[in-house]
């Protein structure tokens, strides 16, 4: 029997709000404080079904790290747990940018507070480190699966392939071998699945039933339904107040438009986001663009929030310089980027449900776990080369050595160390860095 108890939804709660406020380094090390705290420490859920969530979360259009904290909410308390989880996720990150972007068009940046963040920059890259080699750990479970990933990884890092493609031909490749050569599979698994197949020491298991997680139609219906008027419901309101209602519905129509191709995660979209913003509505400039990037780097939450810093400038824009235009505008946007995330979840996790003990799913979603591991080996360059060189670098080839921040480098080391090595509480470690920061401006 289970020996371990159902959190309470105050205990949940709890973590939810923590989570929003120490919720950096982009999605791997999101994905790696929730293993951290919800697999690791408090046993909530098992690693496969963590993994099992997560392979479907990777797979939606918008930030899969709110959409797992969404999906993990779910399975805990129902509705009521995912909202709380989801919402709480970004609800921290919309305040601090609504704060910086106010200052942003009213004062400038504030060399403290940008010093703050850069000694936050180099403990988030050794967060996402930490979270590679955890998730690496548990996916890369045979040579096959390595070897995605590797693949994967090349794709990616050298041929700019966008993320989706990666996925689909995962999956096929994957459903491929899995029909024709399932023998592989089978004999590259055993070694390490007898493992992690005692989920006894769990609470969500993947044997274990969860009424609210069965899949209804008319819970299916129902979700549609509220999701049509909740989507509704602003234009009503910009129809009835707002003296422009054309602005808000370009902006409540285009947002709309790019929460449901977000593939990828926010580099893949922002491209597309910027050139529209920029050269087709107008609604702010290229270098603001990259400043709102900075930004959302620099917060807490999904990176995607940096959408609500366009909204932010494109309300105060179009308004002629009103805080209050540009407040509405990045709330709307925000409104309008994760609205579908919930969708996805209520209406699809019910059916992801279903599938965890098919044994082709399982397959499939094992080999997409393994390329993914890989995407994030190169989110971690990425940002890593953003860190050490000020910049980012296309291959390896234009990397110049004498650019290096040794500062920066020596700092993700001694992270690295804290994290992994000795296990340091990754709050207490935020808080170190944040202040690291500090003294090396104060001291220049």
Known sequence: ????????????????????????????????????????????????????????????????AQQLAT??????????????????????????LLALSIIYVSFGTLPAVNAIFEG???????????????????????????????????????????????????????????KFAPQVISKNNNSKSEKTDDESAYYLTTERVIPHAAFKVKNLIFQLSWFVVLWIAPFVLFFIFSGD?????????????????TFGGAYAVLPYVAQQAVEHFHWLSSPQMIDGLALGETTPGPLIMVLAFVGFMGGYGNFGGSLLAGSIGLLTTTYYTFLPCFLFIFAGAPLIEKTQQNKSVKAVLGFVTAAVTGVILNLTIYFAEAVLFGKHHN??????????????LIWITVSLLALYRFKVNMLYWLGASALFGLITFLVK
């Not at 779910?74 to 921290?92: D, N, Q, S, V």
């Not at 209602?245 to 191709?261: D, K, Y």
Request: charged share 15%; net charge positive; hydrophobic share 55%.
């Open 120 to 178: 936050l920059k180099p403990a988030v890259v050794a967060i996402v480190i930490v979270a590679m080699i955890k998730i690496g750990k548990k996916s890369l479970i045979s040579g096959l699966h390595a070897t995605v990933a590797l693949l994967s990884f090349i794709a990616i890092f050298f041929f700019h392939i966008q993320f989706p493609l990666i996925i689909l031909v995962t999956i096929l490749i994957g459903f491929l071998i899995y």
């Open 395 to 408: 291959s390896f080839g234009s990397i110049r050595f004498e650019e290096i921040n040794w500062l920066n």
């Open 71 to 96: 999906y993990t909410g779910w399975l805990l308390h129902g509705r009521k747990g995912g909202l709380a989880a989801g919402l709480l996720f970004i609800i921290p990150s919309i305040f601090i």
């Open 1 to 64: 029997m289970n020996e371990i108890q159902k959190p309470t939804f105050k205990e949940a709660l709890r973590f939810w709000i923590k989570l929003g406020w120490i919720s950096f380094g982009g999605p791997a090390g999101q994905v790696a404080i929730m293993h951290e705290f919800l697999v690791d420490q408090k046993k909530w859920i098992s690693e496969k079904k963590f993994l099992h969530a997560l392979n479907y979360c990777m797979l939606l259009p918008g930030p899969e």
């Open 245 to 261: 209602f054309v602005f808000w519905r370009e902006l409540n129509l285009f947002f709309t438009q790019a929460a449901f191709v």
